[in-house]
């Protein structure tokens, strides 16, 4: 098949990692990839809100089905501009209205978010998940045995100002409760609004050995971040199925986060999760007592956790999810022809 993809795999996020991770499997499946709507394309697969709709009236018009791939909305607390948000949901319904077969990343995906801009009669769609690059993220490369300390890392693309500040307060504050753990430090990294890095440098705790949010981490280096890390510390909210996660379960690192969005279906009992308010139109009220305890009852359990993750990512292989995605794929091309 010749399969079109939104956009080129260049840039930050888990959407763009998930175009090239989905597209080299085609490739390696003998497909052929275009990153554009007009290369004479047999299926085209329109990821997040990157297509336009005039492009897949395009597609429409010439007969060429489209997948459409979905995991996030615009939440309510993302902009203090509430046009932004109306927008850009907007905006990824018109994208919807041209789809032919819809995928949702998880089940809170398709019940929660996108339920919440149908009232509860979001369309059907299938339900697959995100997987990796299982050579890079893998648990064989050893931690690093000149550590003294435990290094908690925290990274993401932190997001749009509003959020990127809660999550990284978040941090500060579960950080703040850990200044007397000396065998404890935090690293803090991602890209974040520069408000947000500096707010972060300004707290001045001993504790953050690390803090850089003007950089995303390359992602040739992300596994080995993962692999060297003893705990990583996950505090975005109401995500359809993070990337992050799904990486850190192939690298077996442990994990603690927030009870929130699609992270309990993701990890079952393979990692501990902070109590906290469930609202998607706020972000969550956080028990920072229970999240200081579920970090230390992880490191203290590190070798049962990290046992945990390895054996839940079997869940999500790259044969299984994107065997999925290219079943789908060809049933539409079926149609087409």
């Not at 840039?11 to 004479?40: E, L, M, P």
Request: charged share 25%.
């Amino acid at each position: 098949m010749k399969i079109g993809f939104s956009r080129k795999p260049i840039g930050k996020g888990g959407a763009i990692t998930w175009i090239k991770t989905f597209s080299d499997f085609c490739v390696s499946k003998g497909h052929k990839v275009y990153f554009s709507y007009k290369d004479n394309i047999d299926v085209f697969c329109s990821v997040a809100n990157y297509s336009k709709p005039e492009e897949l009236k395009y597609l429409k018009d010439h007969n060429i089905k489209i997948l459409q791939r979905l995991g996030a909305i615009f939440l309510d607390y993302n902009y203090d501009d509430q046009r932004i948000i109306k927008d850009g949901n907007e905006h990824l319904k018109q994208l919807i209205k041209y789809a032919d077969c819809i995928v949702y990343q998880s089940n809170f995906s398709k019940k929660e978010l996108f339920g919440s801009l149908y009232n509860g009669k979001e369309p059907d769609g299938h339900i697959i998940y995100n997987s990796t690059n299982t050579t890079s993220f893998n648990p064989q490369v050893p931690l690093k045995s000149s550590k003294n300390k435990k290094i908690i890392l925290s990274t993401a693309y932190w997001g749009a100002s509003n959020t990127a500040f809660k999550s990284v307060n978040l941090l500060i504050e579960v950080a703040k409760l850990l200044k007397n753990n000396k065998d404890i430090e935090f690293w803090l990294l991602g890209l974040a609004p520069k408000e947000v890095h500096d707010f972060a440098v300004n707290a001045k705790l001993p504790n953050i050995t690390k803090i850089n949010l003007l950089k995303p981490i390359d992602y040739s280096s992300m596994p080995n971040y993962l692999q060297d890390s003893d705990l990583i510390l996950h505090l975005k909210a109401h995500e359809g199925c993070s990337n992050m996660v799904i990486e850190t379960m192939h690298t077996g690192t442990p994990l603690v986060g927030l009870n929130s969005g699609s992270l309990p279906e993701l990890l079952g009992d393979a990692a501990l999760l902070a109590d906290c308010s469930s609202d998607i139109h706020t972000f969550p009220n956080v028990n920072i007592e229970d999240l200081k305890k579920k970090i230390l009852l992880t490191l203290e359990q590190q070798d049962v956790y990290r046992n945990k993750m390895i054996s839940r990512s079997n869940l999500y292989s790259e044969k299984t999810q994107y065997t999925k995605y290219l079943s789908l794929l060809h049933d539409l091309y079926k149609n087409h022809q």
